[in-house]
């Protein structure tokens, strides 16, 4: 009997406890506060012969002194505006200050108390894109380092070569390229994909706004060869042997032409070295033509012994 009775009076408590609570929160989410709100905004009924020149907001930021509930209820409102009713004419679309806060005070009611409203006017111009563009080659400011056991392999390739530019004819004229942002790539390992932002041009409308660069950057290995002595600049009825007839030349290579044997490299002899070389019988050897892609290339000794003969003619 005794533990029945501390039961109930322990659901009573409690009972009241949850009233008071429910009370409490009724009673504080009717209090008007200052909330900040973010409405969603759009055009609607756009024509196909408007494109905007710059992006209309996508939200409207609204101070509002409101109770929780009601702005718990039109938070999530969205505000639609028609484009014919704000068309100014002359390529303006425009919803001045008293114009937006009426529309947004009609979302809320007269009760409550609009304290801010961002942005305050909307003022948009626009084109007609079928006819008001122009394409223009871009200009690509661009700046790729490798690291130093790396290679940039190959040329930069970019997602697009031009872009459209929308704007009024006196502005188009003025334009005949883009650029875009600088950008400054160090130490690359990977090949690189970057997406680089076109620089904006007042007045006007660029799209695509952006494009994709990609910069090939493979690894560097090392790589041994044996090569012939090859003799430049001999008169035709002389013959030089050298000894030995191959050097071994070493070089680094990006990977993906370590067996590529169709880019040749060469180790050469000048005759005009021999004639005037100050040590009988040895002569210079140097790197003759080789790859661009060849980094670091070295051949195992600087001179060869030789000897000349004379061919009968």
Do not use: C
């Not at 790859?291 to 004379?310: F, H, R, T």
């Amino acid at each position: 009997m005794i533990k029945s009775n501390v039961a109930k009076k322990l659901l009573l408590y409690l009972f009241f406890v949850l009233i008071s609570t429910v009370f409490w929160v009724f009673n504080t989410a009717n209090k008007p506060r200052i909330h900040d709100v973010e409405l969603p905004f759009s055009i609607v009924n756009v024509p196909d012969s408007v494109l905007f020149l710059t992006d209309p907001p996508h939200q409207i930021n609204v101070s509002i002194k409101e109770t929780a509930i009601n702005v718990i209820f039109k938070k999530k409102s969205n505000i639609e505006i028609n484009f014919s009713e704000y068309d100014m004419g002359n390529n303006v679309f425009r919803i001045n200050e008293l114009q937006l806060n009426a529309i947004v005070r009609e979302k809320y009611g007269k009760e409550s108390t609009i304290n801010s409203v961002m942005p305050d006017s909307i003022s948009l111009r626009y084109v007609d894109p079928r006819r008001d563009v122009k394409q223009v080659p871009i200009l690509l400011d661009f700046v790729a380092r490798p690291n130093m056991q790396y290679e940039i392999v190959g040329n930069v390739v970019m997602s697009s070569d031009s872009v459209k530019v929308y704007g009024s004819s006196e502005r188009l004229a003025g334009v005949n390229e883009v650029y875009t942002y600088h950008v400054d790539e160090k130490e690359l390992t990977d090949t690189l994909y970057r997406k680089v932002t076109i620089s904006p041009i007042a007045g006007a409308r660029i799209e695509p706004r952006e494009i994709t660069v990609m910069v090939p950057v493979e690894k560097l290995i090392k790589r041994e060869r044996v090569i012939p002595v090859i003799v430049k600049n001999k008169p035709e009825n002389i013959n030089v042997i050298t000894f030995p007839p191959t050097v071994k030349v070493s070089y680094l290579v990006p990977q993906s032409q370590y067996n590529n044997f169709d880019k040749q490299i060469s180790a050469i002899v000048d005759y005009n070295d021999i004639l005037y070389s100050p040590t009988l019988n040895k002569v210079e050897v140097r790197i003759g033509e080789m790859p661009m892609i060849y980094k670091n290339v070295s051949l195992n000794m600087d001179s060869v012994e030789y000897i000349i003969e004379k061919l009968d003619q």
